[in-house]
Nanobody, 126 residues
Framework: QVQLVESGGGLVQPGGSLRLSCAAS????????IGWFRQAPGKEREGVSC????????YYADSVKGRFTISRDNIKNTVYLQMNSLKPEDTAVYYC???????????????????WGQGTQVTVSS
């Protein structure tokens, strides 16, 4: 069955870096767009980034452009989110998700995704 497992979260000081991993199983990663979302306490879920091989699209939220980089390793069936220059406002639970339907491009709308990981906590604090 389809599974997504995030890892790599933790506590980091402002200005620091983390790399999140999303290990996928039960499907061929190459056929699906994978998105990263985050949700902070008391806030709505936010689309952070996405990568799609089918149309080559990549998405970054304005709040993370220039600081976060998404990449994928189809051999390892893993999608990564490299997060640099982290800020306290990046603190949230980060989730990866698989886009509905094969060969669809990226979307920042969470309802366009139908499989989600369990999330990994990222805390940016001094």
């Amino acid at each position: 069955q389809v599974q997504l497992v995030e890892s790599g979260g933790g506590l980091v000081q402002p200005g620091g870096s983390l790399r999140l991993s999303c290990a996928a199983s039960g499907f061929t990663l190459d056929y699906y767009a994978i998105g990263w979302f985050r949700q902070a306490p008391g806030k709505e879920r936010e689309g952070v980034s996405c990568t799609s091989r089918s149309d080559g699209s990549t998405y970054y939220a304005d709040s993370v452009k220039g600081r976060f980089t998404i990449s994928r390793d189809n051999i390892k069936n893993t999608v990564y989110l490299q997060m640099n220059s982290l800020k306290p406002e990046d603190t949230a639970v980060y989730y990866c998700a698989r886009r509905r339907g094969a060969n669809n491009g990226c979307s920042d709308d969470g309802t366009a995704y139908n499989y989600w990981g369990q999330g990994t906590q990222v805390t940016v604090s001094s």
